[in-house]
């Protein structure tokens, strides 16, 4: 679990907020973070409609995103989520990239 949690507000949040505090908890690369914040957003809406858009049962959703669970929800149900909230993922360049680039592969002389 995170030593640090999302502060979220109790009362309802805008859709541009809710999309603000999804973002911070991907940047932190935290999953207990990121399934926090999508379950804030998520009791904003009614549930029982996006569990039926998504094909997942409200119960299962409202579990999935309690944050907290030793198991986590799959990359799915995080985009099928997101999308039924009206949001989207959208990944971007980190200023200090972690993972070198691959060296080119040498290319095989023409055949003749």
């Known amino acids: ?3 640090r949690s999302l502060k979220l507000p109790s009362r309802p949040l ?3 907020d809710a999309a603000d505090a999804i973002n911070r908890a991907f ?3 935290d999953i207990t973070e990121v399934c926090q914040a999508i379950g804030s957003a998520l009791r904003d809406y009614n549930v029982s409609d996006i569990a039926n858009e998504c094909g997942i049962a409200r119960q299962t959703l409202y579990r999935a995103f309690a944050g907290g669970r030793p198991k986590h929800p799959n990359f799915t ?3 099928t989520v997101l999308d039924a909230l009206g ?3 959208h990944v971007t360049v980190r200023r200090k990239a972690r993972a070198r680039w691959a060296l080119p592969k040498a290319v095989p002389p023409p055949e003749s």
């Open 14 to 16: 805008s859709r541009r």
């Open 87 to 89: 949001f989207q993922l």
């Open 27 to 29: 940047e932190s690369s």
């Open 1 to 3: 679990m995170s030593e």
């Open 77 to 79: 149900t995080i985009l």
